[in-house]
């Protein structure tokens, strides 16, 4: 069958593509080597992130995926919750990063306030007051539970869009308007998507090698469902955080902070630990994470890394239940210096990749902007953009 769009993956990437080009009036078909998503689209917090995106496009990308995620819960009857996030200061170097940031959002749409200890207890149960400095409110940030997300955009795709799903199906072979399976069958189309992830290493792996792209390994947990009437509230991050996202990187004093932390505790450093916790729907908090690369990657996972994850929760939240039902690590593919890359491998063949562990926030709009660009026969260099 001959379609207007294949797409090749389908976690939330390739499935932004689908949508963005079915709402189009586009006929498309989705193609994955797993019975259901299996990647890093389901392996994740659920956390759509403005916060942690630096001011311009990046930021511009984030606040428009914010407002498709909403139309697409709503169209797809998932739950997509606005909690907003929390970061908690507990030492002074903390909170003075959080007082250079705020002024800096005020022109790009991020609805911020600086709050104190009082008014932190009013927000949330769960943090720990002991040596609380203040934090920063972020009212923009969403929550979704990413394996109901990703399979409610699946089956709304397929019912309302009439979008093909094509499941343990490995795509072997892309030329320029069709692509072949691994059974020997083979399907047209006009243009094509390659959003893989990072597990690339089978359809035009050279494109990814020359982006340099590295594959980022993190681990995560799941608590047992918290007591009825408990509730996280926002999304909660420490201090350690402050040193992961790019949208802090100009503030003066994160210099101290990530210095305070790489002579005190090294350790987190090593495994790129920063703390988060985010409540799913079941009750329980999903708590992590941390980030290793290349080399650094093995199979099994550390408990050394799940227990310094719980040692630096355990500092900055008081939490009823800290019993752990659930651990698992999820794998993604990170671009070293952009936040992601678009390469035509083939005429009308695009591979799209290296989001790293932006993708649940950047991608929809993303994918929007490539679907409206390739209407329109733009360049793709100026997809590009820079961390």
Known sequence: MHYDL???????????????????GQTVAVFDNNPRAEGASIRNFGMIWPVGQPAGTQRALALRSRTL????GAAAGFPVH?????????????????????????????????????????????????????????????RVTPPTAVS???????????????FDSPIIKVDSGEVTSSHGQTWTAERIVIATGAYFQHLFPEAHQAERLLICKLQMMLTEAQPAGWNLGPHIASGLTLRHYPSFRDCPSLAAVKQRFAEDSPQLDRYGIH???????????????????????EP???????????????????????????????????????????CEVRPEVLVVN??????????????????HRWRNSAQWEVLHGTN
């Open 300 to 342: 099994t996972d550390k408990a050394e890394i799940d227990a310094l994850m719980l040692e630096e929760l355990q500092k900055i939240m008081n939490v009823p239940n800290w019993n752990i039902t659930r651990r698992w690590h999820g794998l993604y593919a990170k671009h070293p210096t952009q936040m992601c890359f678009v």
């Open 275 to 297: 703390v988060m916790a985010s409540q799913a729907d079941n009750g329980g908090l999903i708590l992590g994470d941390s980030h290793e690369y290349g080399d650094d990657i």
């Open 82 to 142: 606005e909690c907003g996030s929390l970061h908690l200061a507990h030492h002074d170097d903390e909170l003075a990063v959080l007082q250079e940031f705020a002024p800096s959002t005020a022109a790009d749409g991020l609805d911020i306030e600086l709050v104190t200890p009082r008014q932190i207890a009013d927000l949330t149960p769960a943090a720990n007051q002991a040596g609380l400095k203040g934090g920063l409110y972020s009212h923009t940030e969403l």
């Open 354 to 371: 290296g989001f790293g562990g932006n993708g649940m926030t950047l991608s929809l709009a993303f994918s929007e902007s490539i679907i």
């Open 152 to 166: 409610s955009i699946s089956a709304y795709l397929a019912d309302a869009h009439n979008v093909k799903f094509h």
């Open 69 to 72: 995620w909403r139309e697409l």
């Open 6 to 24: 294949i797409v090749v993956g389908g976690g939330i990437v390739g499935l932004g593509h689908a949508w963005a080009a079915a709402k189009q």
